[in-house]
């Protein structure tokens, strides 16, 4: 029954934003480490973003720091990924991701949402 569902990918153009977001449910939320991971056609995936328990400490790629947002609600038991001055690179499935700190075989994915950065 755990499950991470993502929503608010779609089509944009260049320059534009969109903000994603990934509701959970079924585990610990607010002690999990929450990232957003990304994979274009053809490419490996990649980590775009984390979030960690507690202290809330950021990190990012560098193709995303300036650009991107990850923020978590543990009350919502939600985390977001707001996506600004977005380029056609960044077109991918975007996979939001739950890992314990410390027992990592406890490591959760959701099913990915589609965002598009096109003229």
């Known amino acids: 029954q755990v499950q991470l569902v993502e929503s608010g990918g779609g089509l944009v153009q260049p320059g534009g934003s969109l903000k994603l977001s990934c509701a959970a449910s079924?585990?610990?939320?607010?002690?999990?480490?929450m990232n957003w991971y990304r994979q274009a056609p053809g490419q490996e995936r990649e980590l775009v973003a984390s979030?960690?328990?507690?202290?809330?400490?950021?990190t990012y790629a560098d193709s995303a720091k300036g650009r991107f947002t990850i923020s978590r609600d543990n009350a919502e038991k939600t985390v977001y990924l707001q996506m600004n001055r977005l380029r056609p690179e960044d077109t991918a499935v975007y996979y939001c991701?739950?890992?314990?700190?410390?027992?990592?075989?406890?490591?959760?994915w959701g099913q990915g949402t589609q965002v598009t950065v096109s003229s």
């Open positions: 979030i960690s328990p507690a202290t809330n400490t950021t």
């Open positions: 991701n739950a890992r314990h700190g410390y027992f990592r075989t406890y490591n959760y």
């Open positions: 079924g585990f610990a939320f607010s002690i999990y480490h």
